[in-house]
Each structure stands twice: as C-alpha cells, then as structure tokens.
C-alpha cells in the first residue's frame, strides 16, 4: 500500500509588480521601467538610435532633448543620458541647436576683444541672467566667461570654458541669442594660436618625425605582437619628475 506523504505548502513571498512610467515620445504613448534614463526609454521603447546619441556618458553633447512634465507648461532641457524619465513627461529630441558656427582662419586672426564682437555681435546683448550657467549639465561658470570675453580675457574663456562639451543646452536658454560654446571655442582658438607660449621641444621632436629619424623604430613597432608592444612599454625609461623650487629656498638644500 502506498504511503501517502504530507507536503508542507511553503508560500513564496509576493513580489511587487514592476513600477512603471507612462512617457510620450515624438506623441506616441509609451509604458517603460521606471527609473530609467531618457535614452534608455527610448530605447526600450524599441527606437533604434543611429544619431543624436554618442557616449552616453554625458561628455560628448549630443544627446541634447527637449521635455514637458504632466500638469507644467514650461519647456525643460537636458541630456537624454542623464535625465531620468517621469510619469507624463512629453519629450522630444532635436538634431541640433540653431546656433550658426563662422568660419573663419585663426590665424589670420588677432588675439583682441574685437574679434569675438566681430564674429559674435551678440555677446554685446548679455544681460547676465544667468540661465546659460544654470542649464549648464557640466557646472561650468558660463555666463562667467562670456563676460572675460567681452573683456577680451582669453585665458579666463580658456579655463573657466575648458570643459564645455557643446551640447547646446545654454543657446536654448539664452535670451540674447548667443552661442556660448562656440563663444567659447573661438577664444580657445585664439589663445592657443596666438598667447600660449609655444613648446620648442615638441617642435623639435615633430621636426625629428618628419625628417624621418624614427621611421626604423616604428617600422619595427608596426611588426611587433601585442605582448611584445605591452612587455616593451612595461620596461621603458620613465624621465624623473622635474622638481619645484619652493620661494625661498633651492632644490639643493637640505630638509
């Protein structure tokens, strides 16, 4: 006769069902996760991005996008890898920003504040608002170096604007209309052509490239394995740190 055994019924936890965003792209209504990214939205919702999207780490600019909250009626802007999604937000991506880049030769060009008047007029219509800086997805002080560069302060632009990856989210913002970021770029252009003092050892070595004096060497580097070129770098020559002199006293003396 056979045996019949009890089993204990074990009750297995309740998971909670996924939450869940409505979301509204290009006007087409979505469900997607919560808690993603605006681009990794678009992607569940079966967009295949082929432009308008780079390193998805916020440092290339390209996914700028344009957005709506439920029940707001402002525009916001941000970067598409950046910005989470919310329940009933609208948004929409744009190719780019209408902010026209001149061309110009930069260095036919003087490292003076009427050149970037000459090319960007409207840096005169800064009211100094502030947006620019505010919508900034990097933190850079932007409203900051548009003023050095009505000053003609080109090493101020350089590094207050170092950073800037010309997303193009400061344009939209602007109520003078002003391009910053190419703003921007053209004062780094003119100090590096025209005020950085020019490193004579780099020009020195890329005359030594061009008369050809490490053809052998790279000739020989072209051929070598993988583990060879990793073995070679692991066991070159490292030059000594050069050291500072501190105000007041020589490298040569004693602690």
């Known amino acids: ?90 948004l929409t991506q744009i190719p780019f920003y209408p902010a026209p880049k001149p061309l110009y030769d930069i260095h036919r060009l003087s490292a003076g504040g009427e050149t970037i008047f000459r090319f960007f007029p409207e840096v005169a219509r800064c009211i100094q608002c502030n947006t620019c800086t505010k919508v900034c997805p990097q933190g850079l002080d932007v409203m900051r170096y548009i003023a050095a560069a009505q000053q003609g302060d080109f090493k101020r632009v350089a590094e207050l604007s170092f950073d800037c990856i010309a997303c193009g989210l400061c344009v939209s913002r602007c109520p003078g209309e002003i391009a910053h970021y190419h703003v921007g770029l053209l004062a780094r252009r003119l100090y590096a052509a025209h005020l950085t003092p020019k490193a004579i050892h780099l020009r020195t070595r890329l005359g030594e490239i061009q008369e050809g004096r490490f053809s052998k060497e790279v000739e020989t580097f072209c051929k070598m394995d993988r583990q060879s070129l990793q073995r070679l770098y692991a066991q070159r020559a490292i030059e000594p740190e050069e050291e500072v002199a501190l105000p007041g006293k020589s490298n040569s003396d004693e602690d």
């Open 1 to 90: 006769m056979a045996r019949q055994e009890s089993l204990a019924v074990v009750k297995e936890p309740e998971t909670p069902a996924e939450e869940t965003a409505r979301i509204h792209i290009m006007g087409k209504s979505y469900v997607v996760p919560a808690g993603l990214t605006i681009l990794k939205a678009m992607e569940y919702a079966g967009y295949r991005l082929v432009r308008g999207v780079g390193c998805r780490g916020g440092f290339c600019g390209a996914c700028a996008t344009v957005y709506r909250k439920a029940g707001d009626f402002r525009l916001y802007v941000g970067l598409a890898c950046q910005t989470g999604i919310a329940d009933g937000m609208y």
